[in-house]
């Protein structure tokens, strides 16, 4: 019965909302630059960071214009994030890899500011919390056998069979691998993020347009899970721990219909 209710209260708040605006719903795919920022990984000698681009293949949205300056959106967007490090050894060579691949539903709720003229392009401002939902987590760690250099780092734990030398480097002589996975619990199910994006929306008939936008995500809690977290901290996790945010800056592009007719062309 408290769940009808809540429904019922939400469907009563939407109601005038939906009358007072023009609605409009539609698809967007994009192409993003993903980042995982750990502090940890990037003060390690032992990891470069790369450049990974990623796509959001598909997302829908609904949204209110209410009024010709300020209108509500709600989306969800298939995001695949995440980073790719190179290990290197102590000789400054490439000797494995560091994976860090994820996927997540997006679910933005985004205030939209709009320049309120009635030309065929026009700008926009869009800011609001995000929810993400991780569907996949898959993180892969692999060292080849090498000689590297130890971080200076009071939490962290050498790997299994690694020999100590005396010029601040330890020696593997096999290689070394780590894996972290959604299906083990190392990652937490849901983040919560800020998104914000800049864009043009082109009209392209009476019920048509096209927004064009460059956006931005950023986590504000860790992608991993407490228990994880804690064990990494106590030296039991076999690798440095950093707070670690995903961030994505990327372009999207989105086809979209509305119920009444477009801006430039209510004057004609």
Known sequence: MKRYTQVLLVITFLLPV???GQVHFGATTGLNATFVLDKGLKEDPRYNSTYTYQWSPVGFNFGVDIGRKFGLQLESILSNQGQIYQVVDAAKEVSGKR???LQYLNIPVLMKFMNGGDGRARTNFNLG????????????????????????????ELPPGAVVNQDGTYTLEQSYSQE???????FRNMEFQIAMAFGVDIDLSKHLYLSTQV???YSLTDMRNGDVIDAIKAGNGGDIFGSRAN???G???GLHYSLGVTRSFKGK
């Not at 993400?132 to 250099?149: D, I, P, S, W």
């Open 129 to 156: 919390p995000q929810l993400g939902l991780l569907t996949k987590a898959r993180e892969t760690v692999m060292f080849e056998a090498g000689t590297y250099t130890i971080p200076e780092d009071d939490n962290f």
């Open 18 to 20: 939906l009358a007072m």
């Open 247 to 249: 961030l994505l800056v």
């Open 180 to 186: 972290f996975t959604k299906a083990k619990n190392d």
């Open 215 to 217: 956006r931005a995500n």
């Open 251 to 253: 372009i999207q592009f």
């Open 99 to 101: 994976n860090i691949d």
